[in-house]
């Protein structure tokens, strides 16, 4: 089997393993969970328990799918990956400045956080052949454009930055 | 009477020009996000979704209905155009419009494109009207079991509708149930699933799992797919210009499609949009391969049949107007887009079922009409208007294109509550769904397991609690055994007895 499908099975395996610890966790939970009055066995663990047993099962299958999948076709995906192989690069970088933009958003207000959101994801999405000033028009304008879709059309409280604040 | 008094009561409805103009909006935002490849109407409705916080119920469901109903028309502009469904329901309209463009009859082909999607518009949204207050009959007739079972048939189908991901498309259905069990009990007035923080003792919001499942993944998509960083696509300079004049079919072509083909293709395409989970696609495949199966010319498909465009876009459309049944009367909606109208209508405290006709019928008229008038006026106008243009729609640059959404997501996202939590939600959700979307999993069984699973739980304890846990309830209620039955005949056409492709 080639080094290359071997990689491409195991990418295949992290997503249902992180399935499974979730729902190991979500299971022991279910267990814990003490009713206000009884119910007999439809209780309100008794759906949580259930879907966990049957998700367990789903995920079963799920293996088996991905162990018995044909080398030939890992071959041909690995063989046209590696000319246009899909980076999580991008998708990663796009993550971290939400997540940046979530925490900021309260503080430095909508107008600031937003534009310097969009600013890093016209840099992600690489509108490379426009100048600085470009991106910086861009910017501003997208933020406008929806400030005034929320805060004026909608009548939407968004967060301002405390100098810029009433 | 008083049921089609108040139908005619949505139509006035939308004689005010605020009603209208969001109807007119909705319609042109469905048509630009259907033509656009990658963006579906089901990703428009979504970021309207925290919009209707703001709006009034009626407007909110005519835009709802507008972009419906666009959306699936206008994915035969990029695929008649550039050979590129702009939704997958187009997929049988790019195969043979796009054959009619290299032909130079490109216009033509959008014409009978516009046609079939009016056509199958208006008898879609005219048997939704017609059919809705037989389907609340018929729902007050099903007890505690049968409706357990009916969401059983609903889920099973949607499962194995994933011909080829089956086992995935059951994970992603219980991983919607596991999530939807977060918070209260839907029986006992204790939290789950909380982990000892207060912000998730009310539950998920349907919301964030919305917008993180249809935006926020869409946007690390298509970010992932950097090869074509300037447009959405394509060199659109060396094609045939369109002129507004070549748009209208003639009388002969019509004649030769034939009544009979758009009149079988519009009820197939309802009866497959009543069917959960079926959708858009599923109606265009089915309605496309029976007309070409009854075809007199069936050469001509797959080198622009003229025929193949009709009965696709025909279905399709139609479909818009069966979706809605199972969503209004039984809470179980048919497809992605009218999960999301469902979304609307809870938000709105609107809660769907026979009593919603009773009491509630002036607020959901008008969206019955909004579908009607986008199938007879707003297509063809728009074709009319736009037509010329449509081909530009595709050299939007996506960057611009995917910040803008990333914006609405976000911003719309904090809207629900003024709350940074609903925003990192919504994220969680987007980076779930992507990593399950790039390993094929069907995020629409994620949604659907969401919005169903409550009720499947309440349902299921419910007829357990009355009967001292005896399963055999299930099976000695009528109503339950005959949607058991319909499962089991669903199963066992559609995983048992489904022709195994040949080994070449």
Not at chain 2, 72 to 97: H, Q, R
Not at chain 2, 335 to 356: C, E, K, S, W, Y
Not at chain 2, 472 to 495: E, G, Q
Request: proline fraction near 6%; charged fraction near 10%.
């Amino acid at each position: 089997m080639p080094a290359s499908s071997i990689t491409a099975k195991r990418g295949a395996l992290v997503l249902p393993l992180f399935l499974l610890i979730i729902t190991t966790i979500y299971l022991a939970t279910a267990l814990q969970i003490a009713p206000q009055f009884d119910e007999g066995l439809v209780g309100p663990s008794f759906v949580p328990v259930l879907v966990s047993i049957l998700m367990y099962i789903a995920l079963g299958f799920v293996f088996r799918d991905v162990l018995k999948a044909p080398v030939a076709v890992d071959e041909t995906i690995s063989e046209e990956s590696q000319t246009e192989k899909p980076s999580l690069g991008p998708a990663i970088k796009i993550v971290v400045a939400t997540v940046i933009y979530i925490a900021v958003f309260k503080t430095l207000g909508y107008p600031l956080s937003t534009f310097l959101y969009i600013y890093a994801l016209l840099f992600f999405f690489k509108l490379e052949k426009t100048g600085q000033v470009w991106r910086i028009a861009y910017s501003a304008v997208i933020t406008a454009v929806f400030y005034i879709l929320f805060a004026v059309i909608f009548q939407v409280r968004l967060p301002m930055l405390e100098v810029l604040s009433p | 009477m008083n049921f089609i008094l108040e139908i005619l009561g949505g139509f006035s409805a939308l004689a005010s020009p605020e009603v209208l103009a969001y109807m007119v909006i909705g319609f042109l935002i469905g048509t630009f996000f259907g033509a656009v490849p990658g963006l579906t109407s089901v990703l428009a409705i979504a970021l309207l979704l925290p919009i209707t916080y703001s709006l009034d119920v009626v407007p909110a469901l005519v835009m709802c209905a507008s972009i419906f109903m666009s959306g699936m028309y206008a994915g035969s502009i990029t695929a008649t155009t550039i050979n590129i469904p702009g939704a997958p329901s187009s997929m049988m309209t790019s195969i043979e419009g796009y054959a009619l463009m290299k032909q130079g009859k490109g216009a033509n082909a959008l014409g009978h494109a516009a046609l079939g999607s009016m056509i199958g518009g208006i008898v879609g949204a005219l048997l939704l009207i017609a059919l809705t207050p037989i389907a609340a009959k018929a729902s007050l007739l099903i007890q505690t079991p049968g409706k357990f079972s009916l969401i059983l048939f609903a889920l099973v189908v949607i499962v194995i509708s994933q011909r080829d991901a089956i086992a995935k498309g059951t994970v992603a259905t219980l991983l919607g149930i596991m999530i939807a069990t977060i918070g209260i009990d839907v029986m006992q007035p204790i939290a789950r699933f909380n982990f000892g923080t207060e912000t998730l003792v009310e539950g998920i919001d349907m919301m964030p799992l919305i917008i993180g499942t249809f935006a926020i993944s869409e946007i690390l998509y298509q970010a992932q797919q950097s090869n074509d960083p300037l447009t959405i696509d394509a060199d659109t300079r060396n094609l045939t210009p369109i002129r507004r004049k070549d748009f209208l079919p003639s009388w002969n072509e019509i004649r030769e499609i034939g009544f009979f083909t758009y009149l079988k293709s519009a009820l197939i395409g309802y009866f497959i949009g009543v069917l959960p989970g079926a959708g858009g696609s599923m109606a265009a495949f089915v309605s496309y391969a029976e007309a070409m199966r009854k075809s007199k010319k069936p050469g001509e498909y797959g080198k622009g049949s003229r025929e193949g465009i009709a009965a696709a876009e025909t279905a399709n459309n139609s479909m818009c107007g069966g979706a809605f049944v199972p969503m209004l009367m039984f809470g179980i909606p048919g497809d992605p887009t009218t999960a999301i109208v469902l979304g609307v209508l809870i938000i709105n405290g609107l809660q769907p079922g026979p009593r919603l006709l009773d009491t509630q019928l002036d607020l959901i008229a008008p969206m019955f009409a909004s579908l009607l008038i986008s199938a007879l006026i707003l297509i063809p106008l728009t074709l009319y208007l736009l037509g010329p243009y449509f081909v530009k729609i595709v050299s939007i640059r996506k960057a611009l294109l995917y910040s803008c959404i990333a914006v609405v997501a976000l911003v719309g996202s904090y809207v629900a509550t003024y709350s940074p939590f609903q925003m990192m939600l919504a994220l969680v959700f987007g980076v779930l769904a992507f990593f399950l979307r790039k390993q094929n999993y069907p995020t629409v069984t994620l949604l659907l397991g969401f919005i169903l699973g409550p009720d499947l739980e309440q349902y299921l304890r419910r007829a357990l609690s009355l009967n001292d846990g005896n399963p055999l309830t299930f099976l000695t209620s009528l109503d339950s055994l005959f949607f058991l039955a319909l499962t089991a005949v669903f199963f066992y056409f559609m995983v048992i007895r489904v022709p195994k492709p040949s080994k070449a």
